[in-house]
């Protein structure tokens, strides 16, 4: 059994349990899937892959630490006062997993005394893989990533997403109305875990979103820091369901500043 909490050895746990979860993803992927049940609306989907992937993670995580605890986004948990709590989803982008668009990861993050200190988020159709632990840096292989040193808002590349429920994106949609006149463009890729890597590697300069939850944003938040990137909420808040702004410094206040003049974290 394990006992060590450092976070290169949760780290590297987590990433040996995210390629065997991703494999079994591409595997029932290319055996057919469908929707076996609607969430929090009809668009708001959950494959039987979502499942089986958690249910591997959870064993494999129990199988190795049997004293921690798991918040997944499938099965819930992760009460109690186990020293370290996994934070899984186990398909993000269960949109894209479902009309088979590459881009769909697992995210896995290890947090400890309320502080994510690892996570690993790997697009399981490509195979591509980020990490990071808390102050070790963040990595794609062996590649150190490094955020965008982008300092215009007019020059940015800003990606974001919209909640599954109609009001919301409608609210949603009026604050990318307001804002794609004042940056370069939007991407909207379906994976929030996945965005945030990619503002890690400076591939977006800016991400951001309401209506995220803890699975999706806990392993990517991680990496989009270590590369260099501030991961906030609005006006001094913490990242959360109200909103997520994932930016470098040079563009952070411009950002925040446009979606709190748009009133982004507001609406339904
Ligand atoms: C969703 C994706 C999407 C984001 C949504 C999330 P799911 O997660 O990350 O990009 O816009 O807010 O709910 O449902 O595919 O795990």
Avoid at 84 to 108: C, E, F, K, M
Avoid at 176 to 200: E, M, N, T, Y
């Amino acid at each position: 059994m394990v006992t060590m909490d450092r976070p290169a050895d949760l780290l590297a746990l987590a990433v040996s349990i995210a390629r065997s979860a991703s494999e079994l993803a591409v595997r029932m992927r290319a055996e057919g899937v469908a929707a076996v049940a609607t969430k929090s609306t009809a668009t708001d989907v959950v494959t039987a892959a979502d499942r089986a992937v958690e249910r591997h993670v959870r064993e494999a995580l129990h199988a190795a630490r049997p004293g921690d605890t798991v918040l997944g986004e499938e099965y819930g948990g992760g009460s109690g006062d186990a020293a370290v709590r996994w934070i899984l989803d186990p398909i993000d982008g269960t949109v894209n997993y479902l009309y088979d668009l590459p881009q769909y990861a697992v995210s896995l993050a290890a947090e400890v005394g309320g502080e994510v200190i690892a996570g690993v988020v790997r697009n399981a159709a490509t195979g591509k893989e980020w990490t990071a632990t808390r102050g070790g840096g963040a990595f794609a292989g062996d590649r150190r990533l490094a955020a965008s040193g982008e300092t215009d808002l007019g020059q940015a590349l800003v990606g974001t997403g919209f909640g599954y429920a109609a009001a919301r994106r409608s609210h949603q949609a009026k604050v990318v109305a307001g804002l794609i006149g004042h940056i370069r463009d939007i991407r909207r890729f379906g994976a929030a875990s996945i965005d945030l890597c990619l503002v890690a590697e400076g591939a977006l300069d800016a991400y951001y979103e309401k209506g995220l939850n803890p699975w999706d944003h806990a392993a990517g938040g991680l990496i989009a820091a270590e590369a260099g990137a501030l991961v906030t909420g609005l006006d001094g808040a913490a990242p959360g369901p109200d909103m997520l702004i994932a930016a470098p410094s040079g563009l952070h206040e411009q950002l925040h500043a446009r979606l709190s003049e748009l009133d982004a974290a507001g609406g339904p």
